[in-house]
């Protein structure tokens, strides 16, 4: 019997009395034949019947056999399933004609679950087969920002979980609120907070800092219900993880954590930093930029989450505004739009990754690149890991402030009045 998912040559038809290409219809497993969304060539992985590795499809008749691709005939030869090519100009695709076997579709087009589509500009597909813009447009091959949010004052501080998306929009009646990552109605979680600021997510709640007032507090991310959990001088940057909630304070120069279990007052973790910015925490440490007075004296530290001395990272900073921190580096941009990178536990060079020349404030990081806000620029834009060319990822934005990314979208607010939380996919 001839091996699953293997196109015969003519020598090999002629031995078996056949003048076609055939494919043997095997059960589920590993690499097998061409299956429902599959075109005709051997070896790759199977759709609906395709897979090989089991036990061969048997049948008495060709009706028996699961569906192929539509340029593929179910067939059943000697009690076994497989496939023979469709004649050659059988439509498919909708605008596309089968050539042995497989489904070609006009120039520019490109055959995607068994449809002809064109990638620079359908949503579903942009691209490349399978690109999901996720609610935006394709244009050019590019996904294109869409809002899931828009009409608030001022939305500032951005927070992710599996599901939604959170943010703050700073006012003197401000409030906390969330979306779907897919989109819908935005919820309140709290409202009348008197300019709520940076804001983070763990579990069932959500964090946020108000810096005038200097509360933090939080709330229940399905309800509102905030509670104020401290008040501390001007908390800027705030960040969390399973145990703990870290803050900044502008005013009061400190790097200080909270046991989100509740019963023990806020413990220091290091004084008399001047000016701390942003934060960002690992299992065993928090990191933050410091301005510092004069502008080209700010600093990039780090220090343990258990209690500790602090650890300069880098030193003779301008301004540096945004930090992230992966398993390997620590990412942070300067005012100035230049972004860097460190080793994450000392003792390395600081590296440039890029000099963008423009104003940048907030940075995250995913496995192959770094983003950053610009917001006199009105852009989002990423590099490597390893530093090039910034990309402008998004244009023609109005102040992107703070931004936040998952496996497939990048997210950022936009801090005008009426503003709005964006998303793009990457």
Known sequence: MIAAGLALSSACTALLGGDQDYYEVTGTGGAGGAGASGGAGGGGAGGDGGAGGGPPETCGAADECPRGDVCQVPVCDDGICGFEPADAGTPCGGSG???????????????????????????????????????????????????????????????????????????????????????????????????????????????????????????????????????????????????????????????????????????????????????????????????????????????????????????????????AVDATHVYWVNQDGDVHKTQREGGGRDITLVRAGLHARSIAVDATHVYWTAPNDGAVRRTPLDGGVAETFAEAQEMPWEIGLDETSVYWTNNVNPGRVMKRAK
């Open 97 to 323: 004609s089968c050539d042995d076997g497989a489904c070609v579709c006009p120039s520019g087009e490109a055959y995607c679950e068994e449809a002809c589509v064109d990638t620079a500009a359908d949503p579903l597909h942009c691209g490349a087969c399978g690109h999901d813009c996720q609610g935006g447009a394709c244009e050019a091959s590019a996904c294109q920002p869409v809002a899931l949010a828009e009409g608030f004052q001022n939305p500032v501080g951005i927070a992710l979980d599996a599901e939604r998306v959170y943010w703050t929009n700073q006012a003197v009646e401000g409030s906390v609120m969330a979306v779907s990552k897919r989109g819908g109605a935005p919820a309140a979680l709290a409202t009348g907070v008197h300019s709520p600021w940076d804001i983070a997510v763990a579990g069932d709640y959500v964090y946020w800092s108000s810096y005038v007032l200097g509360y933090l507090s939080r709330s229940p991310i399905d309800r509102s219900d905030p509670v104020e959990l401290t008040q501390q001088s001007k908390p800027v940057a705030i960040a969390v993880d399973a145990t703990n909630l870290y803050w900044a304070d502008a005013v009061g120069y400190t790097i200080n954590k909270m046991s989100l279990a509740g019963g023990a007052e806020p413990e220091r973790l290091v004084a008399e930093q001047n000016e701390p910015f942003d934060l960002a925490v690992d299992a065993t440490h928090v990191y933050w930029t410091l301005d510092a007075e004069t502008i080209s004296k700010g600093m990039v530290l780090r220090a343990p989450i258990a209690g500790g001395e602090a650890e300069t990272l880098a030193a003779d900073q301008r301004q540096p505004r945004g930090i």
